[in-house]
């Protein structure tokens, strides 16, 4: 378990990122961001590498503690509030065990802001290769383990519209489009799959808020984006 927090909750292993305002089909100029401070990482250590077999209390112990040792005292409550809206972000690219996001893991997370705060979660993916839905049902992100938290599919622009961003400080792409759900949220969580790529080598935990934020038709543009 690896968890990274800097001064705008960016998070290896969990990115957090705090929003404002709440705009739909809006183009939204994002101004020069500053350089972020140096981040606090906070790696958790389990005996037991069989990863299928870990059971529900151990990983519930291993995400407390990372997000206590990352954030410091008080833990979540320094990032989520009474009231806010928590959008968390699982990596659910495919109809495949390695390029899914265990669901515990991300339950084990709901269950800490739960504990915390009364906020209200949403977790949200775009899926590349799937119906979000089904490999959401396929994987354990259902609402009987997911109990009053709403799923939500990106890929669905019509029930979750976009938003234009221009990125002032961009070097190349300075306008990108995105769900408004995601700017809406008061807190922006990541919980990306640690794997390799293809392409790239390793996607680390950029690529689930990269080219996974946008929803499939956006990035997947046949001769351009492919």
């Known amino acids: 378990m690896v968890f990274k927090t800097v001064k705008r909750r ?22 020069r961001r500053p350089p972020p401070p140096p981040a606090t990482v906070a790696i958790i250590q389990d005996s037991n590498l069989d990863t299928a077999h870990l059971d529900t209390a151990r990983i519930n112990r291993m995400v407390a503690k990372a997000i206590d040792s990352a954030l410091g005292t008080g833990g979540i409550t320094n990032l989520v509030h009474p009231g806010d809206t928590v959008l968390i972000k699982p990596n659910l690219v495919t109809n495949q065990l390695s390029a ?29 290769l799937n119906n979000t839905f089904t490999i959401m049902n396929t994987y354990g992100y259902t609402t009987t383990n997911f109990p009053d938290v709403t799923l939500v599919d990106l890929n669905d622009i019509v029930t979750n519209p976009l938003n234009t961003y221009v990125l002032t400080d961009a070097l190349i792409g ?16 990541t919980v990306p799959r640690m794997k390799t790529h293809g392409h790239c080598g390793i996607t680390g935990a950029l690529k689930n808020i990269g080219v996974g934020a946008p929803p499939f038709v956006i990035w997947n543009v046949p001769g351009v984006n492919n």
Do not use: H
Request: glycine content about 2%.
């Open 10 to 31: 960016v998070v290896e292993g969990l990115v957090l990122s705090v929003m404002a305002l709440f705009l739909i089909n809006a183009t939204i100029t994002i101004p």
């Open 100 to 128: 899914i996001t265990d669901w515990r893991v991300v339950r084990a997370l709901v269950n800490v802001i739960k504990t915390a705060s009364p906020a209200k979660i949403i977790i949200a993916e775009a899926s590349a």
């Open 174 to 189: 300075k306008n990108q489009q995105m769900a408004a759900i995601i700017y809406n949220a008061n807190v922006f969580i």
